[in-house]
């Protein structure tokens, strides 16, 4: 079966579905995922102004590296690494197939990580299912200064529907709401921040967002025990919530005193974490993607941007969002239009803006009075 996306074309097994059980693993919805891997990469290189070294550590059939070796510039090396030796085979042909030069391993993720430190610019984290047992790795082979791209598809434990295979993965206690995808992305950023404390390194995010079955993150790596203390001690912290009038706020720290009761309504707070608070989305480097957009050869092109888009306009805002038809539901109401709240909040003098969570959410920084109160304006 043959495959086209971005530059490339290549060679894999007929399969039924999509399973890690399948010969050689390839996921076509993910083929998003692999347009901004390429986007982003390209505007980290930009950046760096030097010529890059990747890492792709989960290669499959191959498509990934090979991308990115041919539709990323300035990149002067790419290591594509599967632990199955069909795989590995495939992957050889298909670098042969789109005359692609990339370095091929056949070895586990976290040997690799751990016999090449300091060695790549970029390493690419995208298995079938939780990261989390690779990370350790990643935080002792990454150097000052590289990117760090990682995927999740364990979106159930990380939104909550599991709670304890999210403890048991993440050291984190997740939170079933309607912003449970953005939670489950601060509580993977979180934890990779932790872990890569403990070598001196802390973590600033570029980009991350949440898509279909999965979350993923690009984080810029930096080194130095004084600027992690600050990190963790700025972006580490809990989210309390209540269900009942859903009212939320946040707490830092690793070890806060947890509110009972809700300031509003007096009901139980609910909590998450401990997870990342701080920013999740850099403008600067978004806005750079977008200009690159045109220049690349991507089949998703209008999903991209609309993506990028939305996710530019989260930059600087709070976190958490709020569904206006949950909050609409506890009112006893309609929705009005979304676009009719946002500008009511932003006539007020409050920041607001949609979330890509969710088509009907709304992150701004207004306290749940305010939003109600806006929505009741619009509505009347």
């Not at 806005?287 to 939305?310: A, Q, V």
Request: with cysteine.
């Amino acid at each position: 079966m043959r495959v086209n996306e971005g530059r490339v074309t290549i060679k894999i097994p007929s399969f039924d579905k999509v399973s890690s059980k399948a010969p050689v693993f390839y996921n076509p919805s993910m083929e998003l995922n692999r347009d901004i891997s390429v986007l982003a990469i390209q505007q980290f290189q930009k950046e760096k102004k030097s010529k890059i070294k990747i890492a792709d550590l989960f290669a499959g059939s191959g498509i990934r590296g090979i991308r990115y070796r041919l539709e990323i510039e300035g990149t002067e090396r790419v290591l594509a690494n599967d632990i199955n030796p069909i795989a590995v085979e495939f992957i050889k042909r298909n670098s042969e197939l789109n005359k692609a030069p990339v370095d091929i391993t056949m070895e586990d993720a976290n040997i690799l990580l751990r016999k090449n430190r300091g060695v790549f610019d970029v390493v690419d984290i995208d298995p079938f299912g939780t990261p989390s047992p690779f990370i350790e790795s990643a935080g002792y082979s990454l150097k000052d200064g590289s990117l760090l791209c990682v995927t999740a598809t364990d979106t159930s434990s990380l939104c909550g529907t599991y709670k304890k295979p999210c403890i048991r993965k993440y050291n984190a206690v997740p939170l079933k709401t309607e912003y449970c995808h953005e939670n489950g992305l601060r509580i993977l950023t979180g934890f990779i921040s932790l872990t890569l404390a403990k070598y001196k390194k802390y973590i600033k995010a570029r980009l991350a967002y949440s898509s279909q079955h999965y979350m993923r993150l690009y984080l810029e790596i930096g080194k130095g025990a004084s600027k992690t203390d600050k990190s963790l001690k700025d972006n580490i912290g809990f989210i309390y919530h209540c269900h009942n009038c859903l009212f939320r706020s946040l707490e830092h720290g690793l070890l806060p005193i947890l509110p009972r009761e809700c300031p509003q309504c007096s009901e139980k707070l609910d909590f998450s974490g401990p997870l990342w608070i701080g920013e999740l989305e850099d403008e600067n480097f978004i806005k750079g993607m977008i200009r690159s957009l045109p220049e690349k050869k991507l089949n998703k092109k209008r999903n991209i941007l609309k993506l990028l888009k939305l996710l530019k306009g989260e930059s600087g805002m709070p976190p958490t969002f709020y569904d206006t038809h949950k909050v609409c539901s506890k009112m006893r109401i309609s929705a009005p239009p979304l676009k009719k709240i946002i500008k009511t909040l932003q006539e007020k003098g409050f920041k607001a803006t949609r979330s890509h969570c969710k088509a009907t959410g709304i992150k701004t920084n207004a306290p749940i009075i305010r939003l109600k109160e806006s929505i009741k304006e619009v509505y009347s």
